[in-house]
C-alpha cells in the first residue's frame, strides 16, 4: 500500500486546500496520473501518483492539509481485467394476439348509469417557510483568497498610502501600435499591446525618480537598482502578480511574449511560487474590466503602484482647441511614509510623456 503524501511545495509554503480530486475511491490509477489539485496561498500545485494501482482517499475537498500528511493510498498491483459479458438469452417470440369476440346486443330492456358524486377537491396545502439555509450558500475561504485578504489589510494598515491622479492622450500609442501590428505579430507571434508600452514607461520613470524603486524593512529604506516589474492578472481562483525579470533589458516582444506565457500559466494552474516573488513595482490594469477610476492598493513590501483604467473618447483641449482623443486615466498609490508628493508626481508625469511620446521609447530617447 502506496501513501499519497502532500509533497513540499516550495519555498514558505506550509500547505494548502484540497481543490479537487481528478479520481475517485475505487479507480485504477497508473504512474504519473494526476491525483489531485492543491491550492496555496500563492499557487496551485498538483500531487502525482508514484504507484499504480486501485485508489482509496482519505481526504476529501475543501479540507487543509500540510506537507507531509496522507491524503490518500493506493493499493500496488495490475489493472483489474475487465468482466467478460454474458451472451444474452433469446427474446422469446410474441403470443398470439386473442381472437377478437363477436359484438354482444344489449337485452331489450331500459339501462340506466349510476353517475357518482364528484368528491370535494382537497384543500392546497399550506406553502412551507422558506428555509433560511436556501437563501445563502457558504464556502470556506480558498488560501489564495485569505492570502489576498491579508496583504490587503496588511498593506492598509502598515503603509501611509496616498494616490495622485493624472490622464494621459493614448492617440500616438494606438496609431503607432496600429501601424507596426502586422509586422510585429509575423516578426514575433504575439501580438503588440498596451501592456509592454507601460512597463517600458514604468521603466523610464523608475530610472528618472529612483526614490519610488525602494522597500522598506523594519527601520531601513532599501533602495533597488534592477527593475522586475509585476503585473497583476485577474484568475478564477483570485488576483495574484507574476514578474516580469530585468524588463529593462528586455524588447517589446520579449515583454508581450512573457505576459503572454504567464497568462498560459494562470490558465492552466502552472505558476510557480517563484514566479510571483521579488518585484519591484506592480501595474494593474482595471481598465480591461471597464474602470474609469480607482485607487490601487500597493503590494507589500513595494512602495507604489501604477492603475490603468478605461480608454474613453474625450473632449480635450490642444493648441488652443477642442478635440475629441482617447483619454486614459492613470493612478499612482504610494507609500508616503518614503516616497514625497514631488517625487509621485514626477513619476506619473514621466509615465503620462512616455505614452503620450512612445517613439521615444523605441529609440532610446
Known sequence: MADIKIPAL???????????????????VKTGDILLTLET??????????ASGTLTIVKQPGDDVVIGDVVGQIAEGAAPAAPVEAPKPAAPAPAAAP?????????????FKVVPKPEPAPEPAAKPAPSPEGRITRKKMS??????????????KTAAILTTFNECDMSNVMALRSKLQDAFVAKNGVKLGFMSFFIK????????????NVRVEGDEIVHQHYYD???????????????????????????EQDI?????????????????TGGVFTISNGGVYGSLLSTPIINPPQSAILGMHSIQQRPVAVDGQVVIRPMMNLALSYDHRVVDG???VTFLIRVKDCIENPARMLVGA
Request: no cysteine; hydrophobic share 45%.
Open 229 to 255: 516589474i509585476g503585473v497583476a492578472v485577474g484568475t478564477e481562483r483570485g488576483l495574484i502578480v507574476p514578474v516580469l525579470r530585468d524588463a529593462d533589458q528586455k524588447s517589446f516582444a520579449e515583454l
Open 10 to 28: 516550495g519555498e514558505s509554503v506550509t500547505g494548502g486546500q484540497i481543490a479537487k480530486w481528478h479520481f475517485k475511491t475505487g479507480d485504477f
Open 99 to 111: 381472437a377478437p369476440k363477436a359484438e354482444e346486443k344489449p337485452a331489450n330492456i331500459t339501462e
Open 143 to 156: 488560501p489564495l483568497r485569505k492570502k489576498i485578504a491579508d496583504q490587503l489589510v496588511t498593506a492598509q
Open 41 to 50: 496561498d500563492k499557487v496551485a500545485a498538483e500531487v502525482t501518483a508514484e
Open 260 to 276: 503572454l506565457g504567464y497568462a498560459k500559466k494562470a490558465k492552466d494552474g502552472k505558476i510557480q511560487v517563484s514566479d510571483l
Open 201 to 212: 514607461a514604468v521603466v523610464e520613470a523608475l530610472k528618472a525618480v529612483p526614490q519610488i
Open 342 to 344: 514631488k517625487e509621485a
